[in-house]
């Protein structure tokens, strides 16, 4: 069985993630369910003893069903938001997660059949250009895939109340 790099202590959560940025055609591809009223990157928990980028591949074929290649690694991220609903109610809430590009493949057609927790995931490729019109996490995508960048960026986001 494999674990999730991460831990719950009292009312406070943290997690080790692989995300990835998988662009095609000028849209940038988020997933969504029927529970959140948000769109949500790629991604998911690294395991124990596993690498960022076996994680990204493995989280993003689990959730695509596509063998996407990693072209670099792109962004480190620090997020801090509290919970609000669901599993994270009342959670203060700490994230360090690794967002790599991945190679375009020159189409959108995905072999999707994600379930996290139960719940049925969509996958959504949403044009770049219309991305500040969507709720969707994390927020620093919006303004990152607009810009031209070659070097690895930290970036820290604050949601917390």
């Known amino acids: 069985m494999s674990f999730d790099c991460g831990f719950e202590k009292e009312n406070n959560w943290f997690r080790y993630r692989a995300a990835a940025i998988i662009v095609e055609d000028g849209c940038v591809l988020f997933a969504g369910n029927e529970i959140e009223d ?6 998911g928990g690294v395991h124990m003893n596993e690498k960022a980028e076996d994680a990204v591949k493995r989280e993003v074929f689990e959730e695509t069903g596509v063998m996407y290649e990693i ?13 609000d609903g669901g599993t994270l109610d009342s959670m203060h ?6 967002y790599y590009l991945m190679k375009p493949r020159g189409t959108q057609q995905l072999c999707s059949n994600s379930y996290t927790c139960g719940v049925k995931e969509d996958m959504h490729w949403i044009p770049i250009i219309d991305l500040d019109k969507y ?3 994390p ?8 810009g031209s960048h070659e070097d690895i960026i930290h970036i820290v986001t604050d949601e917390r109340e």
């Open 71 to 83: 072209e670099r690694l792109a962004v480190i991220h620090e997020n801090f938001f509290d919970g």
């Open 139 to 146: 927020s620093f995508l919006k303004d990152y895939l607009k």
């Open 93 to 98: 809430c700490h994230e360090i997660a690794f």
């Open 135 to 137: 709720k969707a996490y």
């Open 38 to 43: 948000y769109y949500y990157s790629i991604g």
